[in-house]
């Protein structure tokens, strides 16, 4: 009678072990594509990313940068004070986007231009991602209110 139930219990057990590794990979699997690393320029230039991996870059934009081409678009370098690295997007930008404001970006960098496939930018005079905000920081550039 012990013996079949150290039996049960062992398969329980096995059975709960193998589901957990099961539903862990299955939120692996799920969460590929959702999760996006910050990088700031300098991060970028220091160590560029493979042309297949998606990410977030952020800074400010650099004055003068901004270039509108043919159809949507629009080319601009983003900044944070030590390296700058250029941006390209397709698309419809946001109506807050504007040089020397903070942007982040969503894309990932191909032949030295950071594809982005998504821009993000502030939304009101004091506003600025807490990454962007960071790394600005680190470069010494930051030049807001040191309150956070």
Do not use: C
């Amino acid at each position: 009678m012990k013996t079949l139930k150290k039996r049960r219990r062992v398969q329980i057990i096995m059975l709960a072990a193998v589901a957990l590794a099961l539903s862990t990979a299955l939120i692996g699997y799920a969460m590929r594509d959702g999760i996006n690393f910050f990088r700031s320029p300098s991060q970028v230039i220091a160590e560029p990313p493979a042309p297949s991996e998606v990410f977030r870059i952020g800074g400010l934009v650099e004055e003068g940068s901004i270039v509108r081409g043919q159809g949507e678009t629009v080319r601009f370098v983003v900044t944070d004070g030590g390296e700058s690295v250029p941006v390209a997007f397709t698309g419809v930008l946001p109506d807050l986007f504007s040089e020397n404001q903070g942007m982040v970006g969503t894309g990932s960098y191909v032949n030295g231009v950071f594809e982005a496939t998504e821009i993000l930018a502030k939304h009101d005079e004091t506003y600025m991602p807490k990454e962007v905000m960071d790394a600005l920081k680190e470069q010494g550039v930051y030049k807001g209110d040191e309150q956070s």
